[in-house]
């Protein structure tokens, strides 16, 4: 894809609790159409950089742009200007089918059929499946069915594929590929499994101890020998 302006832009963010400073000036820049991976140590940041560009975290100092303007105020706020977020753990109302929970995800009107057919692209079970008897990382792959026909200009993913399977990893990571194209948005993704990263990502950057230790094209960043140390770390 041709290299365009950021859609999403963050500029010296700073999150602390208390005295922990969970972020510190982070920078990120999220292509247009394309996808950001994020990686870092467990407790580097990750999910807190999520939070607080999603609108979590009315403390986060600094700037978080959507398509070239502001992007402030509550959560409910950021996602009508087109920002959606998955959760680490999945929150799922009792008692619907698959399709129920879409529509309710989504917010939005949707046909059955367009349901029907990002479901398969996503190789999720049935519409008409009871979510109580699907898996926790399908699951969690229906949510992010959801959030896409919401048709959002952004989907933040705070590890997707933490639920699923490792050897569904591989096919995860090629659906997830085309999605950009597929469903006219960006990504930011955050995951643990640096093989998914390496299938998915153009662009990464890496998180420690709530800084930017790396940012660049994957080949680069994941060859970083001060990359590879904090990982060794863990
Ligand atoms: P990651 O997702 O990379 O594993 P987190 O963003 O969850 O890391 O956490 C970053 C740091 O902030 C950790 O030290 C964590 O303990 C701390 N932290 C996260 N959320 C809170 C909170 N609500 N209150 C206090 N400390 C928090
Ligand atoms: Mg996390």
């Known amino acids: 894809p041709p290299p365009g302006p950021p859609v999403l832009v963050v500029r010296d963010l700073s999150v602390r609790f208390g005295q922990v400073a969970a972020l510190s000036s982070v920078d990120i820049a999220v292509p247009e159409h394309g996808i950001l991976g994020v990686i870092g140590p467990n407790g580097a940041g990750k999910s807190t950089l999520v939070d607080a560009i999603s609108g979590f975290l009315p403390q986060a100092q600094g700037e978080v742009e959507l398509g070239g303007g502001p992007l402030t105020g509550p959560p409910t706020r950021r996602a009508r200007s087109g920002l959606r977020r998955t ?5 799922v109302p009792p008692g619907l089918t698959v399709e129920a929970y879409v529509r309710f995800v989504a917010r939005r009107r949707l046909a059955t059929r ?3 057919d990002a479901l398969e692209f996503f190789g999720c079970p049935p519409a008409r499946t009871p979510l109580s008897r699907v898996d926790v990382g399908a699951r969690r792959l229906v949510e992010v069915v959801g959030h896409l026909l919401a048709r959002p200009r952004i989907l933040l993913l705070d590890e ?4 699923l399977p490792h050897e569904e990893h591989v096919a995860f990571g090629e659906r997830l590929r085309r999605v950009p194209a597929r469903f006219g948005v960006s990504l930011l993704l955050i995951e643990h499994d640096l093989d998914l990263v390496r299938s998915v990502c153009d662009t990464i950057t890496v998180l420690d101890f709530g800084q930017v230790l790396a940012t660049g094209p994957q080949a680069e960043v994941l060859a970083d020998p001060a990359v590879l140390k904090a990982y060794m770390g863990e």
């Open 87 to 91: 959760f680490q753990q999945d929150r």
């Open 114 to 116: 367009e349901i029907a």
């Open 160 to 163: 997707p594929a933490a639920g």
